[in-house]
């Protein structure tokens, strides 16, 4: 079983740049098919950036394509999301996750396990 935790987080003004890392424990990421998801209040959870366990494999929902970049780095055990061009609709907690798969997920239900989810602010 895998434990995350993502970090980096916080408030910027609009067309800023943040980086959120989530850290895993337990099991190696390259085990894992893996996500970053996010949650405004009042909304459902929804897909942002995803890649397959080879890591060779990405997808990004259609708001963030072309701003975000998700990576992986196995020596540190760390996914990370890199979000350029930051919109104040982007404002939302950002969560990691993993999947037991080889194949990309881009539903919540998809995944099994994980993070707590770090505040991400974008102010106008």
């Known amino acids: 079983q895998v434990q995350l935790v993502e970090s980096g987080g916080g408030l910027v003004q609009a067309g800023g740049s943040l980086r959120l890392s989530c850290t895993a424990s337990?099991?190696?990421?390259?085990?894992?098919?893996m996500g970053w998801f996010r949650q405004a209040p009042g909304k459902d959870r929804e897909f942002v950036a995803a890649?397959?366990?080879?890591?060779?494999?990405?997808y990004y929902s259609d708001s963030v394509k072309g701003r975000f970049t998700i990576s992986r780095d196995n020596a540190k055990n760390t996914v990370y999301l890199q979000m350029n061009s930051l919109k104040p609709e982007d404002t939302a907690v950002y969560f990691c996750?993993?999947?037991?798969?080889?194949?990309?997920?881009?539903?919540?239900?998809?995944?099994?396990?994980w993070g707590q989810g770090t505040q991400v602010t974008v102010s106008s």
């Open positions: 890649f397959s366990q080879s890591g060779y494999v990405t």
């Open positions: 996750a993993a999947r037991r798969a080889i194949v990309v997920g881009t539903h919540p239900s998809e995944y099994e396990y």
């Open positions: 337990g099991r190696t990421v390259s085990t894992y098919a």
